[in-house]
Antibody, heavy 113, light 112 residues
Framework: EVQLQESGPGLVKPSQSLSLTCSVT????????WGWIRKFPGNKMEWMGY???????SYNPSLKSRISITRDTSKNQFFLQLNSVTTEDTATYYC???????WGQGTLVTVSS | DVVLTQTPPTLSATIGQSVSISCRSS???????????LHWLLQRPGQSPQLLIY???RLESGVPNRFSGSGSGTDFTLKISGVEAEDLGVYYC?????????FGAGTKLELK
């Protein structure tokens, strides 16, 4: 069974970096695409970006140069880094397989001083 | 970016009632490869989103067949034929044809 699990700090200070890990079991991240999606307070969902089976990446231009998605294939994990966060980055962050068939449980990240 | 407009924003239904949700795109979602990357998700309270329908009308494995999807180009519909209590939550359409992928604003299905 494919399972994804996000982990990382639940509280980040403004101007600092947000770093999350997605651990995948039951499926190799060297196959398919793997992405990060966030849900803001309310219902708005935003696709942030993905990393492909080959390691190439694609990001939402709205995040400009603040975002980086990397991976560690030996641990079957991929990572999100979002720099220079503001309170507007407060959201529940999900990792998901690129076809959206599998999602992590989500992790709430609050940006606050 | 492609804008997906979902209507209605809120839907009140009784158990057993059939309901539909509309998703209209600001541009055609037909990809040059012939696929239309329009999918439907359900997020139940306290849970992660779940894929219901992919590529407009294909039912994800394990999803009850009371869910169906239809449409083409810019107009798409999700239909639930006989709402059950477990169907309550927020429904999203999402497109993967044009980067960046985008989501509709959501339709909240609640019991009348």
């Amino acid at each position: 069974e494919v399972q994804l699990q996000e982990s990382g700090p639940g509280l980040v200070k403004p101007s600092q970096s947000l770093s999350l890990t997605c651990s995948v079991t039951g499926y190799s991240i060297t196959s398919n695409y793997w992405g990060w999606i966030r849900k803001f307070p309310g219902n708005k969902m935003e696709w942030m970006g993905y990393i492909s089976y080959s390691g190439s990446t694609s990001y939402n231009p709205s995040l400009k140069s603040r975002i980086s998605i990397t991976r560690d294939t030996s641990k079957n994990q991929f990572f999100l880094q979002l720099n220079s966060v503001t309170t507007e980055d407060t959201a529940t962050y999900y990792c998901a397989r690129g076809d959206l068939a599998y999602w992590g449980q989500g992790t709430l990240v609050t940006v606050s001083s | 970016d492609v804008v997906l407009t979902q209507t209605p924003p809120t839907l009140s239904a009784t158990i057993g009632q059939s309901v539909s949700i509309s998703c209209r795109s600001s541009q055609s979602l037909l990809h040059s490869n012939g696929n239309t990357y329009l999918h439907w998700l359900l997020q139940r309270p306290g849970q992660s989103p779940q894929l219901l329908i992919y590529l407009v009308s294909r039912l994800e494995s394990g999803v009850p067949n009371r869910f169906s999807g239809s449409g083409s180009g810019t107009d798409f519909t999700l239909k639930i034929s006989g709402v059950e209590a477990e169907d309550l939550g927020v429904y999203y359409c999402v497109q993967g044809t044009h980067a960046p992928y985008t989501f509709g604003a959501g339709t909240k299905l609640e019991l009348k």
